[in-house]
């Protein structure tokens, strides 16, 4: 197992930043990498909430399903994702800060098969990857008017 952290100050209310972070139908929209992502259960997003989603990397499609297992506005969102190579469960955290919102990140990733002896390699790529994920939501999210949905 392998733990990946980090945080960004993203310039806006935690409240905006918490929605369109909950909602991952959202990602597309700043992770390249996301193909698609879709919700498969019924009603409003929130705790117990799963998404369908597809990443391309390394020219592979990797499919994943992620559940919302914790879900307090808009200071704590907890997930569990699963994947062929691995599982992971972690959170976002939201508080004030100046300039906006201060968004943490906390994942414990479980490589599974032969992807275990990989865990330093992920860790390292996970790190970069996850840093990438959320300075560009932070762009997209700044690059709107305040104010508006940017869903």
């Known amino acids: 197992m392998t733990r990946i952290k980090g945080e960004i100050i993203i310039g806006r209310p935690p409240q905006a930043v918490f929605d369109f972070a909950a909602d991952q139908r959202n990602e597309p929209r700043y992770n390249r990498r996301m193909v698609r992502a879709n919700k498969i259960t019924d009603g409003p997003v929130g705790q117990g909430t799963v998404f369908r989603s597809a990443v391309r990397a390394m020219g592979r499609l990797t499919e994943m399903r992620c559940e919302l297992t914790g879900y307090h506005r808009p200071a704590r969102l907890a997930s569990r994702t699963t994947m062929g190579q691995a599982d992971i469960d972690g959170a976002l955290t939201f508080e004030p800060a100046p300039g906006g ?3 943490r990140w906390s994942w414990h990733v479980r490589p599974k098969g032969v992807t275990r002896m990989l865990t330093p390699v992920i860790s390292r790529i996970g790190r970069c990857q996850e ?9 997209y999210l700044e690059a709107q008017p305040l104010g508006s949905d940017a869903r």
């Open 101 to 103: 919102t201060r968004m």
């Open 131 to 139: 840093r990438k994920n959320w300075t560009a939501m932070k762009r």
